[in-house]
């Protein structure tokens, strides 16, 4: 089937839900009863069609985040959010960001099933500053669900002789105070042929969650393990002719207290991660054990803690987060001065609130945080801001400006690595530093919310990997002055049988390489000066629920690209629950419905329409 007749069909079902997105405001208007929350997520689809879901599932057509992926999201994805690099995205469970050591392409390698987690918060300025832990610009942060009794078996089929199983399991007993004690597993796996020759995947994953809650506190302790292999040619070299292959497994130990007060909050959780990787860039000549067999393995711990404490006349906002790392063994990493490394951070944000006539408050953020490391030099950055805020009685609107600067040291990737070959690295490279300016405005409301945010950044000494004419077959690890100038907005809006998300984010870079000798980004320079989504669900006939995520972006120009730099991307899923039994149900998941061939990466080919067909029970 062509493309065209595929383009029309997802504009035909686009028009289908607004029209009757248009008559279910009618209807909602006439009647005027019922007071809705807005509490539908920033994108429609949570399933995928080519694996089971994973932390970057949900991401993918979020408005307020970049996922570039090699082949299938779920099997390797760098997420940017305002125009930074991979490395620069924290991701956080509870009190603690779970790092990679090695690489930022791991950060988003989280082993934990997403149904224990909540929606993720995407953190930026000072929010990100005060909770966030090496990771310079952005921090996807996530909650810790509740456990509730019962459970769900699904068992999908697809294209490309794709086929997976996952089971969840929960349940909840009271001890003799009336607390709550929950245990929770998840098991999921996946396997199949990938919409490219060599685009193949085989992924594991396997979760335990302990956990005790009161009305005031939850304590939690899980246990996760996932083992994924991915095939895509091309995947990191930029080169299809490479029929390469990841293979990575991932242990984490996460152990999480929250506590309400009267006064505030707080929170601290502890963390063990182990990830041992095997890659190769042409899985027809794999080698073992020696230089070029590209095989490492990190362990990092780590313990954070964050918080809120209220006073009548000022309120804390404070975190911090101490990380000690290792780089256990590598075969190609051996080129820097260490193989370990310590981390510490801490934040602390007084604000004061000032009342103002006709219901206004003046609300003032003003601190700093400190980022140690014994191997880098250190940095104290400040943090300013003033918020605006108006309550009346359709909701409230904050108009905000403010100033936030946060720092960053690369991973053993950038510091260990030969400083030429295929992924050139450079001993030398040190602390990565982001300044930066916004202003904003934030509409919150029964049911809709909408938020646009004008920022400009300046990136100082950012790591990216580079390319070069003179050196074809090989990537370089240099360091990049940009200055950034960005437009970011969405907007929610809900009824009773829809859900409606809007986006748009705008950028423009100015780069500064120094005296490197550089003729192409593969990653600083790979971004949307224009991308725009728009997501559905629509929820029709008792039984039936639509949900199409959508996303047009026009690219900045890449010599490295092979295509076109504008695409348009959408993902499409329909979900049936049975009218006699809620236990059963189906879904039909369609992803990259218009089969586009628009390189996510600069010279790795897109992965290809792919469709499943799953079944669900749940009790």
């Known amino acids: 089937m062509s493309k065209k007749p595929i383009f029309l069909v997802v504009l035909l079902l686009n028009f289908f839900c607004i029209n009757a997105y248009s008559a279910d405001l009618s209807k909602s208007s006439d009647e005027g009863l019922v007071e809705i929350k807005v509490k539908a997520p920033r994108v429609a689809n949570d399933l995928p069609a080519g694996s089971y879901a994973t932390a970057a599932t949900t991401l993918r057509f979020d408005p307020l985040t970049e996922l570039q992926s090699r082949g299938l999201s779920e099997g390797q994805s760098d997420v940017t959010i305002r ?38 918060n995407i953190l930026v300025g000072i929010d990100s500053a005060i909770e966030g832990f090496n990771s310079a610009i952005a921090t996807v942060s996530y909650g810790i669900r509740r456990v509730n009794d019962g459970g769900d078996i699904s068992l999908g089929v697809g294209s490309d002789n794709l086929n997976f199983q996952s089971m969840k399991f929960g349940h909840v007993t009271i001890d003799s105070s009336g607390n709550d004690l929950g245990v929770a597993m998840s098991f999921a796996r996946s396997e199949g042929d990938g919409s490219l020759p060599f685009g193949d995947h085989e992924f594991a994953r396997a979760n335990i969650q302990l956990q005790h809650a009161s009305t005031t506190t939850q304590t939690d302790l899980i246990l996760s393990y996932q083992d994924k292999f991915f095939g895509w ?99 190609d990493l051996t080129n820097g001065f260490f193989n370990n490394r310590t981390y510490a951070t801490v934040s602390l944000v007084p604000t004061i609130k000032t009342d103002l006539q006709n219901g206004n408050k003046l609300i003032w953020r003003f601190g700093a945080s400190f980022d140690y490391s014994n191997r880098d030099s250190n940095k104290v950055s400040p943090l300013l801001g003033l918020t605006l805020s108006n309550s009346d009685a359709a909701g ?12 960053q040291v690369p991973g053993y990737t950038v510091l260990n690595s030969k400083t030429s ?42 790591v990216d990997w580079t390319y070069a004419t003179g050196a074809p077959f090989s990537r370089q ?66 039984a039936f629920e639509l949900r199409i995520d959508n996303g047009y972006r026009i690219q900045e120009d890449n010599p490295l690209r092979t295509g076109d730099d504008s695409t348009f991307l959408s993902s499409a899923s329909l979900n049936w629950l049975s009218p006699r039994n809620k236990r059963f149900g189906a879904t039909l998941v369609v992803d990259n419905v218009t089969d586009s061939e628009y390189q996510p990466f600069p010279g790795t080919p897109a992965s290809g329409r792919q469709v499943s067909l799953s079944a669900r029970y749940t009790w």
């Open 233 to 331: 040619p091309g995947a990191y070299t930029g080169f299809a002719s490479y029929p390469e292959i990841d293979d990575t497994q991932t242990t984490l130990l996460l152990a999480s207290h929250r506590r309400e007060t009267r006064g505030g909050w707080f929170e601290t959780s502890g963390f063990y991660r182990r990830l041992v990787d095997d890659y190769d860039f042409n899985r027809l000549d794999i080698e073992s054990g020696i230089p070029g067999s590209f095989e490492h393995e990190t362990k990092v711990v780590g313990i954070g803690f964050q918080g809120l404490y209220e006073s009548s006349q000022i309120s804390w906002r404070y975190g911090g987060q101490l990380t000690a790392d290792k780089l256990v063994r590598s075969t």
């Open 477 to 542: 690890a240099n360091s990049v002055d940009i200055k950034v100038i960005g437009l970011e907005t969405f907007v929610i809006k809900t009824w009773e049988s829809i859900d409606l998300i809007i986006g748009y984010t705008a950028l423009h870079k100015d780069a500064d390489y120094g005296l490197a000798q550089v003729d192409a980004s593969f990653y600083a320079l790979n971004f949307a000066k224009h991308r725009a989504t728009l997501s559905l669900a629509y929820r029709f006939a008792k």
């Open 83 to 120: 125009g930074g690099l991979f490395e620069n995205t924290g991701f956080k469970i509870g009190a603690v960001t779970v790092m990679d050591p090695q690489t930022g392409h791991y950060v988003a390698e989280l082993p934990v099933d997403p149904i224990l987690m909540t929606t993720p």
């Open 396 to 407: 409230t609107t904050n108009y905000s400006i403010e100033y936030a600067a946060a720092s």
């Open 421 to 462: 070959g295929l992924f050139g690295g450079n001993p030398f490279l040190g602390r990565e530093i982001a300044k930066q300016l916004s202003l904003s405005v934030e509409r919150n409301s029964d049911d809709w919310r909408l938020r646009a945010t004008l920022f400009n950044r300046h990136d100082d000494d950012l």
